[in-house]
């Protein structure tokens, strides 16, 4: 029924509907204060009860996450949300009635139930519905909310298979349940809806054009930059998440300029005597020659190139590049989130040809 890899165990849970032992257990050891991570629709999310606070907080010594940087609230259910959440406004409402279950986070006032440790401090919670069955299933089983960011090391990658899973948290935390690839591939939209007004804080699953076709109104753009003194409206915004250890280095320039950029930035590091591995859609691989190349998709595609990123990371982590040259691509739609994990990918490290 399972194996066990440095003393975490691993349930295999692609059929975890018809398997309502391994749910049992999952819930078990959540309900003694263990740590489960599970598949989502987005990433793999690292769950623990969020209303026991020492269960929390052993998420934070497993994934080495600054304790100021929250994390969402799952839960199975809409009615649950009014136990974690007061002061909701209608517009919270209805984005959750439409989106839910599904890829969308709301930042709503916090209840006193929910521990300081899930919120990082803040009077202020993060809740979503996944749309996954199989985290949908172990939330029903436990029957409380799971607090769950993703389930890497802080500062890698997320997770979007359970193996990337073990990867990074084997021998941390108590179980993993394996439901085979997340369909999204990036994390979801958190959106601070308090007030009415949405302010996008993290581009996810859900664009905000969905989101202001929705509400009709505009969903406001974070422009909280890191060189102010303010402090930041998501506490992950000051964080380099989704770096892979390999430096990246990203190419944005029109489909017409970026085939030369590329081969001329290969020409340069290899004159350094460095390996390159490159990010490209599957348009421009066609037209290039290169020894390790990871290729997310097509350009036109922007679903495509988010469910193959992370892999594509972390693989390109394990070769012998020892630079990273990715390609740019629209923000339209989902897009801006894919632009969103390879900027912060990149750091400082984004060429911009006009
Ligand atoms: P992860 O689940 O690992 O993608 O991390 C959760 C993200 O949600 C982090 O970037 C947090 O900063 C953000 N977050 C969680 N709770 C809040 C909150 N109450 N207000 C703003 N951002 C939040
Ligand atoms: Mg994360």
Redesign the pocket.
Known sequence: MHKKIAGTLIFDAKEALAAPLVLAEAARILADGGLVAFPTE??Y?LGANALDAQAVQKIYLA?G?PSD?????HLAEFAQLQELACEIPPEAEKLARHFWPGPL?L??K?RLVVPDI???G?????VRIPAHPVALALLRAFGRPLA???A?LAGRP?PTSAQHVIDDLAGKIDAVLDGGICAVGV??T?L?IRGGCPLL??PGGVTPEQISILLEKECLPCTWQEDTAMP??????K?T?YAPQVPLCLVLASPEKILAEIARLQDVCRRQGKHVGFLLSRELAAEFDAETVEILGSRTNAAELATNLYGALRRLDKSAAEVIIAEGYSEAGLGLAVMNRLKKAAGSRVLVLE
């Open positions: 987005t990433v999310g994934k996450r940087n929250p994390l969402i609230v986070t930042v709503l916090k899930v919120t990082g803040l009077d202020s919670v993060a769950a960011p993703s890497n997320s994390e979801s958190i601070d804080l993290r930041p409206p998501s506490p992950g915004l964080y998440h």
